[in-house]
């Protein structure tokens, strides 16, 4: 995203990836490989892999969306909406969008893929809508999940899924304001299930918080988030 910077999974998935591809090379001898092709992603989704090809949606117009058959030469796609169109609900919560999404995440659950995108300006007035798909080619928008107004103290931006161990099905989201919540969603849907939600990190004080992922390992559930200044080349705190 822009002020907000996102990254869903984000920057620790990017985090857990550079670390990775680090370790076999020190471990290996050989050298990592240049991503070629259009290899500039704000923001990346988690990587899903379809019929041997390799997705990956960003911060763009319409939901940017880039392709790879081996993770290194990377080949631009076509957007979840087409060019120049957003829904139209939209409007309605943030003013004056014009179709530039950021922090897509997408999911696959039961054979159908759900994109979560968040629509922003940047202000107090923003929402994470949701589309499905399933193919990764034509999408169905299924309208908003979550909203912020002028008093709200979450940011709807930012989105993460994931599933407890009991199965119940959570989207991590928020960035700066109060910090980064949590709300339940409807696992035959994708979309809200209830009124209920939690504040799960408070914001610093300077409400740096933002980008969340959650994740359950060893009988514990994790939380990642970034926080800091991005964006500013080698004076970024982030």
């Not at 999911?107 to 893929?113: A, F, I």
């Not at 990190?201 to 359950?216: I, K, R, V």
């Given at each position: 995203?822009?002020?907000?910077?996102?990254?869903?999974?984000?920057?620790?998935?990017?985090?857990?990836?550079?670390?990775?591809?680090?370790?076999?090379?020190?471990?290996?001898?050989?050298?990592?490989?240049?991503?070629?092709?259009?290899?500039?992603?704000?923001?990346?989704?988690?990587?899903?892999?379809?019929?041997?090809?390799?997705?990956?949606?960003?911060?763009?117009?319409?939901?940017?969306?880039?392709?790879?058959?081996?993770?290194?030469?990377?080949?631009?796609?076509?957007?979840?909406?087409?060019?120049?169109?957003?829904?139209?609900?939209?409007?309605?919560?943030?003013?004056?969008?014009?179709?530039?999404?950021?922090?897509?995440?997408?999911?696959?659950?039961?054979?159908?893929?759900?994109?979560?995108?968040?629509?922003?300006?940047?202000g107090?007035?923003?929402?994470?809508?949701?589309?499905?798909?399933?193919?990764?080619?034509?999408?169905?928008?299924?309208g908003?999940?979550?909203?912020?107004?002028n008093?709200?103290?979450?940011?709807?931006?930012?989105?993460?899924?994931?599933?407890?161990?009991?199965?119940?099905?959570?989207m991590?989201?928020?960035?700066?304001?109060?910090?980064?919540?949590?709300?339940?969603?409807?696992?035959?849907?994708?979309?809200?299930?209830?009124?209920?939600?939690?504040?799960?990190?408070?914001?610093?004080?300077?409400?740096?918080?933002?980008?969340?992922?959650?994740?359950?390992?060893?009988?514990?559930?994790?939380l990642?988030?970034?926080?800091?200044?991005?964006?500013?080349?080698?004076t970024s705190?982030?």
């Amino acid at each position: 995203m822009n002020k907000f910077t996102n990254s869903p999974a984000r920057l620790f998935r990017a985090w857990a990836s550079q670390l990775l591809v680090l370790a076999l090379v020190i471990f290996s001898g050989q050298s990592a490989f240049a991503l070629q092709g259009a290899n500039g992603a704000h923001d990346p989704s988690t990587i899903v892999k379809r019929n041997g090809v390799y997705h990956v949606w960003t911060t763009g117009n319409q939901i940017y969306h880039i392709t790879s058959t081996d993770l290194v030469n990377w080949t631009v796609a076509p957007t979840v909406f087409a060019a120049g169109t957003f829904p139209g609900w939209i409007n309605s919560y943030v003013p004056g969008f014009q179709g530039n999404f950021w922090a897509p995440e997408c999911v696959l659950r039961n054979g159908v893929y759900y994109m979560y995108y968040s629509c922003s300006l940047g202000g107090r007035q923003c929402a994470i809508g949701l589309a499905t798909s399933p193919d990764l080619s034509t999408w169905t928008d299924q309208g908003m999940v979550v909203y912020s107004d002028n008093v709200s103290p979450w940011g709807s931006i930012d989105p993460a899924i994931f599933t407890d161990a009991n199965g119940r099905l959570w989207m991590a989201f928020g960035s700066h304001l109060n910090g980064n919540y949590l709300i339940e969603l409807d696992p035959a849907t994708g979309k809200r299930l209830n009124t209920t939600i939690q504040n799960i990190a408070g914001a610093s004080p300077y409400c740096e918080n933002e980008a969340s992922y959650m994740m359950q390992h060893g009988g514990y559930y994790y939380l990642f988030y970034n926080k800091g200044i991005c964006c500013a080349g080698v004076t970024s705190t982030y």
